[in-house]
């Protein structure tokens, strides 16, 4: 009896597994999800955001100047030095912007903008809000 016991508890549990299993989706309909993930991954919002000076936080402003001919880098004066930030693809879309050589980042949503150290990831400028509402037109 014990040994019938031993040798049908495994196999009632194996039958259990296979039966939990479903069935394998096809590689086209699996490799076509792959891709529709993908794109929405890489796909990087646009907005039309302003031009000017940013008024922050504890009296801080950014000046930041768009080019109305690409979105793909942007102007920014703070401390009284001027600097080219690139932008860069975010999981998010959001726009971001890097100058990798001065290791400043500014990321830019609809309602507010922050400017960042890139190395530690601390705020410099916080709650970045247009003073105008100039933006960028092609």
């Not at 508890?9 to 479903?22: D, H, N």
């Not at 076509?32 to 990087?44: E, I, L």
């Not at 031009?51 to 793909?72: I, K, M, N, P």
């Not at 705020?123 to 960028?136: D, G, H, M, Q, V």
Request: glycine share 6%; proline share 4%; aromatic share 6%.
């Amino acid at each position: 009896m014990q040994l019938l016991a031993r040798i049908s508890l495994p196999l009632f549990a194996l039958l259990l597994a296979a039966c939990a299993t479903g069935e394998a989706p096809s590689t086209t309909a699996s490799s076509d999800r792959k891709d529709a993930v993908g794109r929405s991954k890489k796909k990087q919002l646009d907005f039309r955001l302003a031009s000017g000076t940013y008024r922050c936080e504890l009296g801080q402003s950014v000046e930041v100047e768009r080019r109305a001919h690409s979105d793909r880098a942007i102007e920014l004066r703070w401390q009284g030095r001027q600097h080219t930030l690139q932008r860069q693809a975010s999981s998010s879309g959001l726009p971001r912007y890097e100058d990798r050589q001065n290791g400043l980042l500014w990321i830019d949503l609809p309602w507010k903008s922050v400017l960042m150290d890139a190395h530690s990831g601390r705020p410099l400028a916080n709650e970045c809000k247009p003073a105008s509402s100039r933006t960028a037109s092609g």
